[in-house]
């Protein structure tokens, strides 16, 4: 078997849901066995995501081709949106964490040690890094607050200058 294979496009190929290590093996030209051991503990975690493009492509099929324009314009826009979004939201945390680590420097007191630890523990919630609440939970009190600092976020990194 040969050894030149791309591991990173053969992980990415796994987690896709769609091969038997067998076929990864054939695909990337290494043995089942090689396949499985690069594998091993790796979720499929993008199985849902290709089945949601497929559906989504699948239904293209039916439309014509001035609404599948409009529709992949109006895709790239959101997705565009989102993107800036997300690098605004990424520059503010790393404002504020960097303001954090200075307040935690210079702290005297238990309780300002405190506020500022509850504050990164918020932060971390609201950015995604800290996943300890159930996604599937009904409304609480607690989603509320995620969703008042979420907001709150929203409307700060808006104000953020380009």
């Not at 849902?48 to 314009?73: A, G, P, R, T, Y």
């Not at 890094?129 to 600092?149: E, H, L, P, S, W």
């Amino acid at each position: 078997m040969a050894k030149n294979y791309d591991k990173a496009e053969l992980i990415a190929d796994w987690k896709t849901g769609r091969y038997t290590q067998k076929e990864l093996g054939y695909r990337h030209k290494i043995s089942r066995a090689m396949a499985a051991r690069l594998v091993k503990g790796i979720d499929k975690e993008n199985s849902e995501l290709v089945e949601q493009q497929i559906n989504n492509e699948q239904l293209l099929i039916h439309k014509s081709s001035v609404e599948v324009e409009s529709i992949s314009k109006v895709v790239a826009l959101e997705t565009e949106k989102y993107a800036a979004f997300k690098a605004k939201l990424e520059l503010f945390s790393d404002i504020a964490m960097n303001k954090a680590r200075d307040l935690m420097d210079n702290t005297q007191y238990g309780a300002d040690y405190k506020a500022i630890v509850e504050g990164v523990d918020k932060h971390s919630v609201t950015m995604g890094y800290n996943d300890r609440f159930n996604k599937n939970a009904g409304i609480n009190n607690v989603n509320a607050q995620q969703n008042n600092t979420a907001e709150t976020l929203e409307r700060v990194i808006k104000n953020l200058p380009d």
